[in-house]
């Protein structure tokens, strides 16, 4: 038994490894591409982008470790089936259930790994990345600007801004607006023609040509003093060194399972009283789908190693790389419900649990389907040889 389940892992950790490094490398291209194009356009020192890439690997490395498991069992089985090692051990009297045992021990083993990443790395990597980003962001003000598109980065100071186009010929941006002192009651509006953002002794500055601002009136909040400018002059909060700073402003993403847990009951106790319930309500249900997720993820490791195993050894002589065909359309099906039941979660459709849950349910259900019908099928073959006589052979002396 041992020197199978030596032999079975022997097999299955090559293709893993691969499994996993590919995996990794697809899901961070798509943001690696985008960074890189937003990096070289706005002028940022690219050891920047290495930094938020290097923050990314935690998030790409607990997606792909389950999808590497399915592909690495689908292939490892795929080539013992392929070289009809798998009826060779079955002539020998070896068992379905002594194939699978070895496989399912590690595929739970690498979920529990991707449980502590999901708890201790994932949650930093994110709090990092979110720290630099604010920080390059307040040190490059270019990097945030994207025409048509609400800015957001000063929101804490009480500013929203955003623009229409950019004019090709004098790089200016055309039909600013502003939203200034948001936060006390009193907001102030700006609307200019033309824009320009640069930095004035250290400040970044925002200068508007040809504009109206609109600001509420002391006597009347109702009513709003309208002064129009020729040329006007905005600090903003960005400054032309980058200076790293503590970001303490987390989101249910980069807290761990226990922080998660109390900021779910602060809110459960903040319901009654809130303000907005429904908005707290749905706070409140994102952050429990957050929660649940932390578990599901994980623990897909094993369900998709239970589809993996019975799927695995199907395979026949005719399709060497059907497990890998195989193993992408299952994960593209089991990251389908992942997303369905997570939107469906957030939108109170499902219990968050269950949504989260769900794409596990599915296909470890399926998976177990499988396993049962290969073994009843075993002692149906088994019991079917039983009753079967063997031919009858009869010799004949040749007549001399």
Sequence with gaps: MRILSRYILKEFFPPFIIALTCFTIMLIFNDLFRLTKLFVQKGVNPLYLAELIFYMMPVMVVLALPMAVLVAILLALGRLSTDNEIIAMKSHGVAFHQLMLPLLVIALMLSFVNLALMD????????????????????????????????????????????????????????????????????????????????????????????????PTTSNPDEFRITKFQQQKLALQMTEDLKRGEFQNQTPRSMSITQLKEFIDTLQSAVPTSTNPEYTLRKLRFAEVEYHKKFSIPFACLALGLIGIPLGLM??????????????????????????????????????????????????????????????????????????????????????
């Excluded at 790395?121 to 270019?142: E, T, V």
């Excluded at 968050?352 to 002692?379: H, Q, T």
């Design 120 to 215: 201790y790395a994932l949650p930093r990597a994110n709090l990092a990345y979110a720290s630099l980003r604010r920080d390059i962001q307040k040190h490059n003000p270019a990097f945030v600007l994207e025409e048509a598109t609400v800015m957001k980065e000063l929101e804490t100071e009480g500013k929203l801004w955003m623009y229409e186009a950019t004019a090709p010929k004098t790089g200016r941006m055309q039909n600013v607006k502003i939203w200034d002192s948001i936060w006390n009651g009193r907001p102030r509006f700006s609307h200019a023609q033309e824009g320009t953002l640069a930095f004035e002794n250290g400040r970044a500055v925002l200068t508007l040509y040809d504009g109206l601002s609109y600001e």
């Design 315 to 400: 395979v026949k002589r005719s399709g060497k790389m059907i497990g890998f065909g195989i193993g992408l359309a299952v994960i593209v099906v089991y990251y389908l419900l992942l997303q369905t039941g997570q939107t469906a979660g957030v939108d109170d459709i499902l219990h968050p649990m269950f949504a989260m849950w769900l794409p596990n349910i599915v296909v470890g259900v399926f998976g177990i389907a499988l396993s049962l019908w290969m073994i009843g099928e075993g002692k149906l073959r088994t019991w079917l040889d039983q009753d079967r006589k063997l031919p009858l052979v009869v010799n004949r002396k040749a007549e001399s």
